[in-house]
């Protein structure tokens, strides 16, 4: 066991299930952004332009809410079944291609904003998967979420586009990670985590 | 759209069947989870996509052709990527305000290269949790080794499109 600092607020722990207020300050930060773009095409465009914005903007809401809500379950559900404290052994330093590999398909499934991933690439962490498997998992997490491939691209890009923007970055995080690792190796000692060692564990 | 949603179901419905055979409660709090995240997006989605709307109304079609369009090459795909990194929010402005773009006229390797700098740099993220969550030498580490991701995705895009005679430019 390796020991830790005493924290005084545990992050990990920090995820969907802690009350937050329904309407916090993001909420208000896109209800002003909301109110000046619109005042500003109604002023620079006319009514007719303010109009065009809002007949689009309910078309998109329309169009990817059903969406949300299927894949916001779908989230909730790979989030119930995986465990980071299983996972994290096998993403060790020594898993060499293959960790970053299972990294990559792991960041690509777990669905969800920062307030879910965060958490897992925390426990992660903590748990013993190296710094490499953990650029590549968060890499792939935002640069493929599928989730938000289904959700947004397809129904409004077209499965081309999807296909070129999948399969152009599909080797991206395997590359990511392993420059992290070499990286790593350069620079031992990072703190990682609020003053832990980065290559702890395995 | 509706080929998107049944692709979804068709992935949610045997997760959620294993899920079930493993353990019935696993159901209940994946609910639970849709629930909470759902009503967070829901106070916040309309407002975001109109500001998105609005915003894609304001820039002028032809400065984003002159800056983001599929002729802009090399230059364009740097441009989308650092611009895509400064872009405010999650995704539930982001994506939208990227696909209003690319249906004014911004290209295909360009639209890539901004969605994956929103991704890949995330200038909001990093503030608001990466920093504070796994520390500066992180974020450190994280961008030295990932900084080339945008401009590449783009420019493998390109190059997948042309080979493959995909369609990525929108318009």
């Known amino acids: 066991m390796m020991t830790e600092a005493p924290q005084p607020k545990q992050p990990a722990e920090q995820d969907s299930t802690t009350p937050r207020p329904v309407f916090d300050g993001a909420s208000w930060f896109f209800v002003l952004l909301a109110a000046v773009s619109a005042l500003l095409v109604t002023w620079i465009e006319g009514i007719g332009g303010l109009a065009r914005a809002m007949t689009q903007s309910a078309t998109l809401l329309m169009t990817v809410a059903p969406m949300i809500l299927v894949g916001l379950f779908l989230g909730g559900l790979v989030k119930e079944l995986s465990d980071p404290r299983r996972i994290a052994p096998v993403l060790g330093a020594r898993s060499g291609w293959k960790g970053l590999v299972l990294a990559t398909a792991l960041g690509a499934a777990t669905p969800g904003g920062p307030f879910a991933a965060f958490p897992i690439v925390y426990a992660l962490s903590l748990a013993g998967a190296d710094m490499g498997a953990v650029v590549a998992y968060l890499t792939a997490w935002s640069v493929l979420g599928l989730h938000r491939l289904v959700i947004w691209e397809l129904p409004l890009l077209g499965s081309d586009f999807v296909v070129a923007r999948a399969l152009a970055s599909l080797p991206l995080p395997l590359i990511a990670g392993f420059i992290a690792r070499l990286l790593i190796r350069a620079l031992p000692g990072i703190p990682i985590g609020r003053g832990r060692a980065v290559s702890g564990g395995a | ?171």
Do not use: K
Request: proline share 8%; aromatic share 10%.
């Open chain 2, 1 to 171: 759209m509706l080929g998107a949603l049944l692709i979804l179901l068709v992935v949610t419905v045997p997760v959620a069947a294993f899920a079930w055979r493993r353990d019935p409660s696993t159901l209940g709090r994946a609910a639970i989870f849709t629930r909470v995240e759902f009503l967070r997006i829901a106070v916040r989605l309309p407002f975001a996509l109109t500001a998105a709307a609005c915003i894609a109304e304001l820039v002028p079609e032809r400065t984003i052709a002159a800056v983001l369009g599929p002729e802009t090459g090399l230059a364009g795909i740097a441009a989308a990527s650092v611009l895509g990194g400064l872009l405010p929010g999650g995704p539930i402005v982001s994506f939208p305000i990227a696909i209003l773009f690319a249906h004014q006229g911004a290209g295909g390797p360009q639209v890539i290269a901004m969605i994956t700098g929103w991704s890949v740099y995330a200038f909001h993220r990093v503030i608001s949790f990466e920093s504070p969550i796994m520390g500066w030498p992180f974020v450190g580490l994280r961008l030295a080794a990932s900084w080339f991701v945008p401009p590449l995705a783009g420019i493998f895009a390109g190059v997948l499109a042309a080979a493959f005679g995909l369609a990525i430019n929108i318009r």
